[in-house]
């Protein structure tokens, strides 16, 4: 029986190098339940940010003691101190140590084309200010990991210069010698071959591996590191990062443990990753990832009829993994393209008890499938597919109220000030009437607005309900301005979201189907109970 491999380690550096990216953004506070969640789902280290280079992250640091972390160990990132200052007076590192996390994350220069261009002093003295740091911080009481910045890069132009950099890190004190493709542009065949020289010429030391994804390979990059003997596997949650991102940890995690064999987390804790991963993003006010590997949900979605027929019978025809292995779900979409299969499995979801020889499954496919023609898109708005489903086949009520009529009017006052809009409705419910009206920024804001005013004397909960997001498009077809549009609505109410569509000649006819649906599903599931 062969020997079991260690458990390798995961770094997430979601907190500092995640937030580089565009559009991703986190306070101190977010980044507070951010490690919380990633501490849950098991992971060694969590890269808080750097504290020398950034308020917030000093704000983080401070609050940090009240994170009361069960299994990650929270790490502090800085650089190696100044060309013209000594380690004693370096002011990074000195913001390092004020931090209070017991391990530190330090890059260093390991291109000798970096230390010309970039630093302007000799290779020598770049092995100095190496030496130094580290040693101050590992004299100082501080675990440190050296981030070999470009080594990759520094390897292909000067192979002993790059390794000259890690031992002098190694003899200086470093736990761990982290090997950065930092401009995203190795292959993996360079990674392996790269890690496996480390290894061996350092193998007392953790050797680590931080791939950045300019070139579409950073997963791929990081699994060919782990074959050739990494130990510490850093990336981000959903590989969020500088440029093009970092090393996904959402889809090399999975990776190692279910298809390398290595582990990294116990299995109920990899069951959170996909939890985890719409966590990360829903704090940085971001939608969920719709097509990321493993943790997204078209990740096991099938549309296709002979696919969802092939999965009916085994799941393992077209899925790689099990989804239920990393916290995610099987779907099955109805659209056009799928058969009885696909729409036998939503009605048993949703409590019908049809088989397939039943007339009315073949009448509401039909149904489905010309509505679809007309423009329809109910694989991205199940829940207005629900509602019709309900309707056709006798379900549960899900009416709720009758819309009498709307009427919605744009104007602008001057050149320069913004457009408004007022909507005004009338609506029954239970043979009352109620008609109100409504401003908004625009004809659809308004209209939102307009129903949900007239409905929550007789639905108070409509007031927990918001709209998420909202899509227009104009379908394809010859009829210019007098196309087709469809509109795509996901609405929330903090617990769940849901989608609904409309289609109409007139957008705001559209919009009205859409909105509709999406507040009589909200009525519908809250009639459940």
């Known amino acids: 029986m ?137 004299a100082a009481g501080r675990r440190v990991f050296f981030d070999a910045e470009h080594f990759f890069d520094g390897l292909a132009a000067d192979r002993d210069y790059a390794l000259a950099v890690l031992a002098a890190a190694a003899q200086a004190g470093a736990a761990a010698l982290v090997l950065c493709d930092t401009n995203g542009g190795s292959l993996p065949e360079q990674i392996k071959e790269g890690t496996s020289l480390v290894a061996a010429r350092f193998p007392g030391l953790t050797v680590g591996i931080h791939c950045h994804n300019d070139g579409g390979l950073a ?63 829903e704090q940085a006010n971001l939608p969920p990832e719709r097509f990321a590997p493993y943790v997204g949900t078209s990740a096991f979605s099938h549309k296709g009829g002979m696919h969802i027929s092939g999965v009916e019978k085994d799941p393992a025809l077209y899925e790689h993994v099990p989804p239920e292995a990393v916290g995610n779900a099987r779907r099955y979409l109805v659209s056009d393209l799928a058969g009885k299969a696909a729409l036998l499995n939503k009605l048993g979801q949703w409590g019908f008890d049809l088989d397939g020889d039943d007339p009315q499954l073949a009448e509401l496919l039909g149904e489905l499938k010309q509505r679809e023609n007309e423009g329809y898109l109910y694989e991205a708005a199940e829940a207005s597919l629900e509602l019709l489903v309900n309707r056709r086949l006798g379900g549960r009520p899900a009416q709720f109220f009758d819309l009498l009529g709307f009427r919605v009017a744009d104007y602008k006052a001057a050149e320069r000030s913004d457009p408004q809009a007022e909507a005004t409705v009338r609506v029954r419910v239970e043979g009352q009437e109620e008609h109100t009206a409504a401003l908004g920024h625009g004809p659809v804001n308004a209209l939102d607005r307009a129903i949900r005013k007239a409905l929550e004397r007789f639905y108070p909960r409509l007031a927990e309900m918001r709209l998420v997001d909202y899509k227009v498009r104009v379908l394809a077809g010859s009829d210019g301005t007098e196309a087709r549009v469809r509109v795509l609505v996901e609405s929330g109410d903090g617990v769940n979201r849901w989608g609904t569509v409309g289609v109409s000649f007139d957008v705001l006819e559209a919009s009205w189907q859409a909105l509709g649906d999406s507040i009589r599903y909200k009525l519908f599931k809250d009639s459940a109970g």
């Open 219 to 281: 997963t791929a990059n990081t699994l060919a590191a782990v074959a050739g003997g990494a130990r510490q596997v850093q990336g981000t949650m959903g590989g969020m990062g500088e440029r093009c991102g970092n090393a996904d940890l959402t889809a090399i995690i999975p990776g190692l443990q279910l298809k390398m064999g290595r582990p990294c987390l116990p299995p109920e804790r990899l069951a959170l990753i996909s939890e985890t991963a719409r966590y990360v993003r």
């Open 2 to 138: 062969g020997e079991r491999p260690p458990v390798l380690e995961i770094y997430d550096t979601t907190l500092r190098d995640g937030t580089q990216a565009e559009g991703f953004v986190l306070s101190a506070q977010d980044k507070l339940k951010v490690a919380r969640r990633l501490d849950r789902l098991g992971l060694h280290y969590i890269e808080g940010g750097w504290p020398g280079a950034s308020p917030r992250d000093q704000e983080f640091f401070a609050l940090a003691a009240e994170l009361s972390l069960a299994t990650a160990r929270l790490v502090a990132f800085g650089s190696t101190h100044h060309p013209d200052r000594r380690p004693q007076n370096d002011a990074n590192l000195a913001a390092l140590l004020a931090a209070g996390a017991q391990t530190t994350a330090l890059v260093g220069k390991a291109w000798d084309r970096h230390v010309r261009a970039l630093l302007g002093i000799t290779l020598e003295q770049n092995l100095d200010i190496i030496r130094g740091s580290v040693a101050f911080l590992a």
